[in-house]
């Protein structure tokens, strides 16, 4: 896994100080970042910027990002980004979500449905599919932090650095990172009982994205989230584990770019 640094830009919104990344010219295009946090260096950004203004803020709570008291569920967090759309005047955006970042970003789409003209996941958590007794993804939290990297990615080996002899603020950020994927994720598990109700509201054209050795959660979970999304298609990436954007940055860039800038793409989404 990546370490996380500081990220070139502080800004404020509604009294919240958050980090952010912004990449490149062209249309708009909302980053939400995994469950990691956001690296500066992260290949697929830059592949992104190629296309795209890239506006990639650490979710409230990640990095050093501030986390209001109110803020207890990915629903809250949604509204973050709710007001920062409405902030920089946005209108047929793209939003492009990884793993967690998918799961917030389906929570945006069901609210801001008419300002969003597609949608990209990236292996998104944030449904449940399975019977009672079964799970939809893996049990990350009764597993060691050293072996996520197994999971997430496709063929890394256990994460044995020393976090003891890292510079202070890369073990801050790891650790707020840690703290709040858990504080989201933890219960219910990895995902929004009432999100999957309200999925008819996310009309926007969509792409979801599966690692083809993704070890956190399987095809045939995102392939009926695709499903149930009205206007949706599945993608496999070959080569790619649960972080497909980290393992295949440029076949993840190259997906987003032919789904969101092709004439049929832009049609669909004005229409």
Known sequence: MYYPRALPRRRQLNGITFECLERGEGPPLLYLHASEGLDPDEAVIARLAENFRVIAPAHPGFGLSELPRTTRTVDDLAYFYLDLIDAEGWDDLTVVGSSFGGWLALEIATKYAHRIGRLVLDNPLGLRFAERADRDFIDLFQLPPPDWSRHFLAGAPEDERDWSAEPEDVALRAARNREAFTRFGWAPYL??????????????????????????????????????????????????????FHDQPEAVARAVADFALTPQAAAQAKA
């Open 191 to 244: 995902h929004s009982p009432a999100l999957k109700a309200r999925l008819h509201r996310a009309a926007m054209p969509a792409l979801v994205l599966w690692g083809e050795e993704d070890a956190v959660a399987s095809r045939g979970y995102a392939e009926a989230v695709a499903r149930v999304l009205p206007q949706a298609r599945f993608q496999a990436i070959a080569g790619a584990g649960h972080y497909a």
